[in-house]
């Protein structure tokens, strides 16, 4: 059965309800924003410090984190709607109308793709604005770019799983903490030789370090780990679908 | 004896029980400041290799931002709190009974200045047990404590005004990503005279929140640094007696309409 006309009746309700709730809309906008200006105009004697060797300068080693960081949360904040959904009943009667109940997470998941979309394209205009410096060629651009796609793609499964087994929004702090933690015990400030041992020790091992560099060297026109980075993020998009999936059941189960 | 101080003690009690009642609020001002400051100080630590950077300990310089930042997570939940007792009515029935809006306004933030100075007494641990070493000694903490509590005072003010001015808990939320302005565009992670772009040193030094963290910060790494404590002491004194000002100014109008 097909499970396009869901997936898209999904997607634009979503997108709908985002768009025109300013509530919604503009924490999702300015957060990536603030951390920009913050991290790229506050700390950039950081690129000062020995042994900082990114060759496009502090703004673009930044922004490639901004960017991940603001895909794994438009993820995240879609799957707050999830939980609103469930917590108002709309979704409960979504699951008996839908024919093809995947397309549910489908539209959701094209919805987060769609609204992080504009904030990545936001981010990237302000962040050339402040003279963020491009190595990539087209390729390289568009090799970053869909690494923050998956990112997103991951934020997203991710919270709507723990949205359709709890269906409440008061399960926001469960979407959000960890992926703030895996966000931030990676390379944020400084590259991963320059970390804190402790820091260092976590970084290694945690495979948003590998999507950050592999971003980075993206940009800067010289890819390091693409393979690692992607096949990481690929993997965990594959884990986090079923993951979601799961989750649908849970919630078909409850009713 | 007056019944005012009964009123406030009950209502700085109720204010209380009710934070630490509620694990969502109670938890994340004591533990998320706290967690950022670690991961800020694993990923900055290389930036106290800087030539003119204050200290060769990250983690003594990002000590001074828990206290700021838990007094922002305080205002919102300050904020949320007594909107709440709006929305749901409680506000409305007790202005029916004798208790004065100064009473409601000093019990609500007797309670903030209560839970601001706990939240303190938990950073200053968590710093002692990492290791830190405060420079200005015991009299030093001493000072800080007095410290957190004005800026409590302030910052509570500010969420009851919000509180009071809005009446809705989800304005009070939407309105948590701008005070986080204030707290990003400071020199929360680099001294301001090593900030090197031109517009974002411009703006550290216009914000407020700047010199409440170098207080904080002198006390920690320099010892007693009298611009630094003028500065910051001063900003939270004034803040706190503008905003309990127009905090009680709104409280009487909101009474006046229940």
């Known amino acids: 059965m097909n499970l396009w006309p869901v997936a898209s009746g999904v997607a634009w309700r979503t997108l709908k309800n985002v768009l025109t709730t300013p509530s919604l809309v503009l924490p999702s906008l300015l957060f990536p924003l603030l951390f920009f200006i913050a991290f790229a105009g506050g700390l950039a004697q950081v690129q000062n410090t020995p042994g900082f060797d990114y060759p496009n300068g502090y703004t673009a080693f930044q922004f490639v984190f901004v960017l991940l960081q603001s895909a794994a949360f438009g993820g995240v904040l879609t799957g707050f709607g999830v939980a609103r959904d469930f917590e108002g009943g709309f979704a409960r009667r979504l699951l008996l109308a839908a024919p093809h109940r995947g397309g549910i997470v489908v539209g959701y998941a094209a919805a987060a793709l769609l609204r992080w979309t504009i904030t990545a394209t936001l981010l990237t205009i302000i962040a050339l604005i402040a003279g963020m410096q491009v190595g990539g060629g087209p390729v390289d651009i568009v090799g970053m770019y869909t690494l923050a796609a998956i990112m997103n793609i991951c934020g997203f499964l991710w919270a709507a799983g723990v949205a359709m087994r709890l269906r409440t929004v008061q399960a926001g702090p469960l979407m959000q903490m960890p992926v703030f933690l895996l966000l931030f015990i990676a390379p944020v400030y400084v590259p991963l030789a320059l970390l804190g041992t402790t820091l260092h020790a976590f970084a290694r091992f945690n495979p948003v370090t590998y999507a950050l560099e592999s971003g980075r060297g993206f940009l800067a026109g010289e890819p390091v780990h693409a393979a690692l980075g992607f096949g990481l993020l690929l993997g965990a998009a594959i884990v986090f679908s079923l993951w979601a999936f799961r989750g649908l059941r849970s919630a078909e189960a409850a009713g | ?258």
Do not use: K
């Open chain 2, 1 to 258: 004896m007056s019944a005012l101080p009964t009123q406030v003690g009950a209502l700085a009690q109720r204010s209380i029980m009710r934070t630490a009642r509620q694990p969502a609020s109670a938890i994340p001002p004591l533990l998320f400041p706290v967690a950022l400051m670690l991961l800020n100080a694993g990923g900055l630590h290389a930036s106290t290799e800087l030539p003119g950077f204050p200290t060769d300990s990250f983690l003594a310089f990002a000590l001074a931002v828990p206290f700021i930042q838990g007094a922002l997570f305080s205002t919102m939940n300050a904020g949320t709190d007594l909107a709440r007792d709006i929305q749901t009515g409680f506000f409305a029935r007790i202005s029916l009974t004798p208790v004065r809006g100064e009473a409601l306004l000093a019990g609500q933030l007797a309670g903030i200045v209560t839970l601001g100075v706990l939240q303190a007494v938990f950073y200053i641990a968590c710093g002692l047990l990492l290791g830190v070493h405060f420079a200005a000694g015991a009299a030093g903490i001493a000072l800080l404590l007095v410290y957190a509590a004005i800026v409590a005072v302030g910052f509570g003010a500010i969420g009851s005004w919000l509180a009071l001015r809005t009446g809705s808990g989800e304005a009070i939320q939407g309105l948590f990503p701008l005070l986080f302005v204030f707290l990003f565009i400071s020199s929360m992670n680099t001294p301001r005279n090593l900030i090197s772009v031109g517009w974002f040193q411009f703006l550290a030094s216009i914000n407020p929140i700047s010199y409440l963290i170098e207080c904080v910060r002198s006390l920690i790494i320099t010892g007693w640094d009298a611009e630094a404590l003028a500065l910051g002491f001063g900003i939270a004194i004034v803040l706190a007696i503008v905003a309990v000002i127009v905090a009680s100014r709104e409280m009487g109008r909101r009474l006046d309409r229940s």
